[in-house]
């Protein structure tokens, strides 16, 4: 059975839907902690019941603006503002709360739920907490470029990347060395990041170093070429 939001708050969705999870009832539900009398009595007084698995998917800010068509406007009413709110009252107290943030965690979290009776671990909660804290910073990390590209106004004071993990490697530039590659979240289409290997053992350090460098001099030319590269230099183009 499902229950709208309104009707759990007793107050209805308003600002063209700006406002409707940010509430007591919502919030109240997610921070109260379950090992303290005061916490829940404030509860019972307020007749907030609580809140123990959040499932919350934000405005596709990302995907959003990545059109070429899209206008300030409509970048600005997909920022997310009850959803990441929702996010981090649960990560904050993952020790009663659950908090998933992408479909992907979503096989997982039923398989545990079912092995248990509907119980999920204090380690589980943990690690979907810093999933959760991971995952609104990257948003508000997309915002952030976002608008520093509206301003374009020389460099900015403070800079920051995101990146996630898209293999481990062999080995590092070292064999004793272990190495892993990471890449942008929204990398450009020809890009290494997004090359596919087509046969040959695991890639290592130098490995990528050696392609990420063809790529390069290859732009050099307006035509089709070839590069042929070992330990970082070319011996022949």
Not at 98 to 111: C, G, H
Not at 125 to 141: E, G, I, N, S, V
Not at 163 to 169: E, P
Not at 211 to 220: F, N, P, T, V, Y
Request: charged letters at 20%; aromatic letters at 6%; hydrophobic letters at 40%.
């Amino acid at each position: 059975p499902v229950q709208e939001v309104a009707e759990l708050t007793g107050f209805p969705e308003m600002l063209d839907g700006r406002v409707k999870t940010l509430h007591p009832m919502v919030h109240g539900a997610l921070l109260a902690r379950r090992d303290m009398p005061s916490h829940m009595q404030a509860l019972q007084a307020h007749g907030i019941e609580t809140i123990d698995l959040l499932v919350v998917n934000l405005y596709p800010f990302e995907a959003t603006v990545a059109a070429a068509d899209c206008s300030l406007d409509e970048a600005i009413e997909n920022i997310d503002i009850g959803g990441p709110s929702m996010v981090r009252s649960a990560a904050k107290n993952h020790h009663d709360v659950a908090v998933i943030t992408s479909p992907e965690q979503y096989a997982a979290i039923i398989a545990e739920l079912k092995s248990t009776g509907g119980k999920i671990s204090l380690a589980t909660r943990k690690k979907l907490a810093c999933d959760a804290f991971t995952h609104t910073a990257q948003y508000d990390l997309a915002i952030s470029q976002y608008f520093k590209a509206q301003l374009s106004q020389g460099f900015s004071d403070e800079i920051s990347f995101s990146f996630k993990c898209k293999q481990v490697l062999r080995y590092g530039e070292n064999p004793h060395q272990t190495a892993a590659f990471y890449t942008e979240l929204n990398p450009p289409a020809d890009s290494l990041a997004n090359a596919t290997i087509l046969h040959g053992k695991e890639l290592s350090y130098n490995n990528l170093l050696d392609i990420d460098s063809a790529l390069s001099l290859l732009r050099e030319f307006g035509r089709p070429a070839s590069v042929i590269l070992k330990h970082n230099n070319p011996c022949g183009a």
